[in-house]
């Protein structure tokens, strides 16, 4: 089995952040491969960026398929490109943030999305809308940290992530956390420790069902949504 | 690993069929037992049938977390007791119609149901609210067969499986076509072939979820809504 | 007339509690009997207190229709057993948190539920959706009381059903106060004069209405959702 | 225990067919009063008809209050000046239409309305809304008859009702069918018989849920949304 | 290109500040009248008002069309007798707050609207259902003034929407706030400058839209909720 | 008044096209450009043509606010890149999807979406979605033709448009058809008169509405989801 795990920047420290992580989690018969959109903006703070890392993403998506990969999951908690990207392959393409959103509504009765910057809870609403998994969204709110903050000071976003978690179960009555951020990502053991709640990592829980779902040639359908655009063109041939 | 498959009705047979197919999917270093529950009914067609078997279902469950295993999978599509069951246990316990139902929102617009006969449509429409997951069902369709015929005659099930996922496909949108029930199981590939579309096996599916949610120590939220009798009792202590 | 109000718990007090109110009620000609699941857990505080109270309550709904009852009445605020009663009987059956639910719908513009437990709010929060009258439900609030404190404190209970109550209607707009303990019920007058809104005693309210529902023959519908076992296999032979 | 019936439009002919159809379902110790709005339409088939009836239904309720009038029911499947007339009485006010569409949620899955014209029904489907009880609405379909068709041609009626009922019943799931329009009022335990499913008549529905909220004193809330004009101004004050 | 403006309450001062704010923002070439409902109530804060202020309302309506105008705007944010009106003419009706709030989905994530008192929050409410514009409304917020105050005094005026506004964008997520009360109106340019959101005055939002609508003949749907009642009755004949 | 419409694709000849039909439209003082993408795809198909369109297109929304527009429209029905665009820029950005989306909810009572290829129905799906006005959708349908055969054969474009609305009509009860493609644009006024109901032309409809808002000086939100991508960086230093 072969996956390839795509961070849509362009961040080598990112990059080889996810790789350590996942190499933890990996079965041993399965070969990983993290790579990044090469000419993708450094990170992915706004639709702006979303946008210029998707034309890098589907080469990168192309190229995997090409190569023999059965499965490339998108590694940034906003799924940019993951439509586009399942139009190009018939692989199975799972973005990070809208397989975790499934996975925490099957394991408590609602789930609170954490972001860095409360200008992005919006978008993530948007999201939650998108996939339409809305019902189960207790709420999204926000570290106010930057990605930089988070990165630079593991201390202070630890708290934040604690302090903000609490507020998430005890005013919206989440039962699920997600953490929607590769910097707050470390905490998540402790913090199901101390809160007795469920913390979703998105990276580790998508590549694991992705796995699952390759084991069993599990994809994404191909019906409309997703159609390959030469095959759409000739519907109505 | 250690997981454990609780048919909730009595029939020897279908556990035993639940059993040869999980044989085919498991991993090699996964123990798999497969039981069913003492006392249940024979099959499960009505509420009555559900409320029946939740009883012996628990003592399995308890008897499961007791004897070691890591995971414990209802595997009825209608998860009866998934809620005490939950309570009852700390290790993990997943449903086969709500994990389905969760996983088919990441691979397509939306997804249908095939469910055995019209009368239970309502009770389906009723379970696709209670798991949150009500925005991408596009529908619930009958074959308007009893689980006995489905059983009974092959060919007549595989037809109108075919026929209703078809319908379900052009006349409600799907894009994911959901076998809810045993019965119905065998023609999944032929149907993903011929029809252009996925087509879930829920207690495959939900296998194969479990160990990989095992893997990494994934579990259902102790929280509140399946906190543990005991410690709801002594929270206002 | 003859009416059953079945506690599904086998607590004699409570049982004894709601037959002194519910004589203050009926009119003279209504014939009552109230009665309490055989074998049931003593107390109905979670998921699995409420799946061990339902054969008992079955027997129970079979027993009142074998005797000639016109209506059932399951007088627990969690509704157990309201799906495979109605099944089994066909008398009408009514629950009496959906119909206090409804009821609300017609009085204001949104209700709130009060309930002893914090844990308990997710499950409140299933049944709103579970009976389709969640777009008018303001909240669920918890008074932080077990059920058997509410029993052995009335001066603390009232406090806190006063000052929850309070918090509903002025943060969450709440226009009707559903006081979902029996615990809770005796402070209802009180509560409508010094807070100028309408409070609903779940069993009172649904005594009455299956009195009216009786005289003129109303019934559930025995369409699909609640046919009975039998007919349902025939269905499709 | 004193109710009065008002009919919003000015037709006597209606008017006293509601009283006869009444007079056979109070209770003996109930005391009927049925009215109607002078110099209100003669009949209400749109929202301009509405509108014009509105000020005459008012001055009826007031006169109700007056007269000491427990409950005041406004018949007319639409429930004109439902707000202002909650305003402006503080004794109970019912509109046939909210209230049947509430009873309907507890005795089936979903419901079904008929009304008479096509034109009509995005009006239904809007109060559906403005109720929220629109999560159990399957369907509102229509006769294709206008009011007075439905008054000449009893036989033509009585078809037509079937017929649409057996579409709400197979196409769109109904377990509950309301009778939008007093001319299809009489056909009701026919189609109960022959269809197996439950047929409410909203007018005898609601006058008989009036007798039992009059007799526990339950009235519709005053808090805001029917708050009385004088006492909203003083709020601020 | 001539448009009347109809403000559905007696009062002449209203009327001209109507009229005034108008004069600013039409078109050189548009013919402006604005008038108000005769006999009307002198102020609209209640549903009575409401349902009193239609009648004359209607009046107005025919004679605009009569008269020759291209588009008619009912000039109160609750927009009283629009179906009515609609129905009454075959030239374009607006009404300021279904206006509003569909323009303000155009601009931002959700918006707040403003009213003056909290008792007619729940009022506000129902229209965002009304109109079908729910899933984007974060919120109402009160002022706590009567319409009164807020024209009594606009320093405090000033204060509380600046105040509510920011509740409205922090606590809510607002980022489009609607002032819902013609005495809020003149804040609005130095609130979009002070809090960095958009604000929408509703009579000058719909104005602009009713001169761009009639320019290019854009006029409602006549299909069936607002179909002549003329042409209705001729449907089934 | 100057006002930038964007065509997302390259075609000069749709470029030509939207000025032709704009200019007849535009009043005397509006200055209009239009422009098309350079490097953009031919046409805009799929997810992956409309990936690729947007990083031309935020160049061409940045050049327009430096040479002093006031507004931009995107001028694709599937509005590509609108949030980045926003983002982008301090001037007014429309996209004609979510613009013609809003001004339909204030037409009629539900409003259905026309689209060329019935494989693109589930992503106008999800754009209701995304711009929250799903409650007032009735229906997305196809006319089964690709955008080439729409430009190619009028007469049978013309045919299927006429017969898809009549179902959109009938069958869901649609009160507005909107056109959601330039190649079915030329039919709205004949569409209109045969079928007497509202057909809207996305690009017309957004035009006057920019000319509108530009006016007024009515801009889109920047306060989070549209927040300059400099901004949100500074907040949390």
Redesign the interface.
Known sequence: MKIVVINPNSSKEMTESIRESLER?R?PETVLEVCCGEGAPSAI????????S??PL?EKVRWAEAEGYDAAIIACFSDP?L??A???ANILV?GIE??TL??A??????YSILT????????K??DV????????CASVRAL???VA?TEADPGLTKRRVKDVSRLA?EQD?A??IILGCAGMVGYADELEREL???V?DPT??TF??A???T??G??????????S?RS??G???
Not at 116 to 123: A, H, V, W
Not at 129 to 136: H, M, T, W
């Open positions: 989690v079965r703070e706004s639709a702006t960026d979303m946008a210029m998707v034309p589907l490109g439509e586009p399942r139009e190009a799972l809208q397989t499934a996975v509504t099957m394991l408590g009765h609602t860095p910057l409360s200008t992005r809870i919006p978008s609403e948007q809308r998108r996939f339409r998994l809305d019902p189960a106010d940290l930057s903050q179960i009555g039962e699920v007795g709640i469920v979703l580790t829980v694991k069902l796995e699952a779902m084991e069993t599990v994809r994404h359908s191909k019906r409309a949504l997703y159609a655009p759409r063109g519907e109505a041939a």
